[in-house]
């Protein structure tokens, strides 16, 4: 059942984000960010605009099957600081979100809201980033952490396909499975970006995508 | 039209053209000229960064074409005819896209 809403959450995403959103939640001024995640363990929709590149603000929705809970709510991004080197950028960022959850089946909703931080350095040919985000559901707390590596096989111009091969640990201390080892493929060609994974620990496929306008 | 009138007419134009613009005012040949800029730029790694500048830079009614070099980090700009971009105005452009600018090289083509 599990590997069948997998399926259907990976077939979504193709049909309409990730981590990479999640290491960059900021824009360039005006633009839109459409952004689905999909791992298995949870999916998430976030939408939001960037009034400035160090600021966006939207809807997040999360609906979390391996803990069994559901939160929709306003998400906050900020960009703390940015280091910008002839080859290379680094960032850290502030999230923030608020709204209301809800335990599977229960009927009862609750005021709920999660914090998070984000840091991520690039250069052309490597990427590496960091996430750690803590809910509180009202009826529950919880937490989780992730990693990423990535390398470009090839560095292509602007406007060409991008791609890139990456290996995501992530950690949630009270999923059945905590830690889990994704290694995962990312496109990345004009405004669309697309991932897709595989978790051998939980037999799950990844599948993220976010889209810019 | 023929062969024939097509040449007629190119070697008239090649003769009348220098004509023209001798007649011209000096100051209105120079809003004909295109101000290329080379702005070099920090930060710039990635495809979303050189989407960032091309539609700040787009949206500036100065900027006739924007190109992104991200091998060498720059940004090579076509102003309109006629307009102008100051290094501070550039500097702040550049800001406005979240990167760091380094230095502006400009030439008149």
């Not at chain 1, 991004?77 to 608020?98: D, F, H, P």
């Not at chain 1, 229960?106 to 996430?131: H, K, M």
């Not at chain 1, 995962?184 to 620990?201: A, C, I, K, N, S």
């Not at chain 2, 011209?24 to 500048?53: H, I, W, Y």
Request: with cysteine; proline share 4%.
């Amino acid at each position: 059942m599990k590997i069948g809403f997998a399926a259907i959450g990976a077939v979504a995403a193709f049909a309409m984000d990730d981590g990479y959103a999640e290491a960059r939640p900021v824009s360039y001024p005006g633009d839109w960010t459409f952004m689905q995640k999909n791992n298995g363990d949870y999916y998430s929709i976030h939408a939001h605009y960037s009034p400035t590149f160090r600021d966006s603000i939207g809807l997040y929705s999360e609906r979390n099957w391996s803990e069994d809970w559901h939160f929709t709510g306003v998400q906050y991004n900020r960009l703390l600081k940015r280091w910008n080197e002839k080859t290379s950028q680094a960032n850290v960022y502030l999230k923030g979100g608020i709204g209301q959850a809800d335990p599977f089946g229960s009927g009862s909703v609750e005021l709920a809201g999660f914090v998070g931080i984000g840091a991520d350095w690039e250069t052309r040919r490597w990427f590496t980033s960091y996430e750690a985000r803590a809910y509180d559901l009202g009826f529950d707390q919880t937490a989780r952490q992730s990693v990423r590596v990535g390398v470009a096989p090839y560095i292509g111009d602007y406007g060409d396909l991008h791609t890139w091969l990456m290996l995501q640990v992530e950690n949630q201390p009270e999923s059945e499975t905590p830690t889990t080892f994704t290694p995962l493929v990312r496109f990345f060609y004009d405004v669309q970006l697309l991932e897709v994974g595989y978790t051998p620990e939980t037999e799950r496929f990844m599948a993220n995508w976010i889209v810019r306008f | 039209m023929t062969k024939t009138s097509f040449v007629i007419a190119a070697i008239a134009m090649a003769f009348l053209s220098p004509v023209a613009l001798s007649q011209s005012d000096p100051s209105d040949t120079a809003q004909l000229e295109a101000t290329m800029l080379t702005v070099n730029v920090k930060g710039m790694v990635c495809d979303f960064c050189a989407r960032a500048v091309t539609k700040v830079f787009g949206k500036n009614d100065a900027v006739e074409k924007v190109h992104v070099d991200l091998d060498n980090g720059e940004i090579h700009i076509a102003l309109k005819p006629g307009a102008s971009l100051s290094d501070d105005e550039l500097e702040t452009l550049v800001k406005k896209s979240g990167y760091a600018m380094v230095s502006v090289d400009r030439e008149v083509s």
